[in-house]
């Protein structure tokens, strides 16, 4: 099941960056610390051990913190580890 998840989140954002491109939005592109916690599924308080430990990119205006969606799934994508090769 988890595995459909996946799948379905790359979809949808693959879906989201082709309409950014044509102009349209589908989901939103800026995320709040609350929305990206339920996004990727990780706790707010992580999330916000993350940010003031910058381990996650964020965008921050004055006191508002808030994380681009794309930025934030190439990010993950770097994260990525490999498996040992035998």
Do not use: C
């Not at 610390?33 to 940010?51: R, V």
């Not at 921050?60 to 994380?67: A, D």
Request: aromatic share 14%; hydrophobic share 45%; glycine share 2%.
């Amino acid at each position: 099941m988890e595995h459909y998840k996946y799948i379905f989140a790359n979809l949808m954002i693959f879906l989201s960056k082709i309409l950014h491109m044509l102009g349209t939005e589908m989901i939103k592109r800026y995320l709040s610390p609350k929305e990206l916690s339920e996004y990727i599924g990780i706790s707010i308080q992580t999330i916000y051990e993350w940010t003031s430990q910058r381990r996650i990119p964020f965008i921050k205006v004055k006191r508002l913190v808030k994380f681009d969606i794309m930025v934030v799934d190439d990010w993950m994508k770097s994260q990525v580890v490999k498996p040992y090769q035998h």
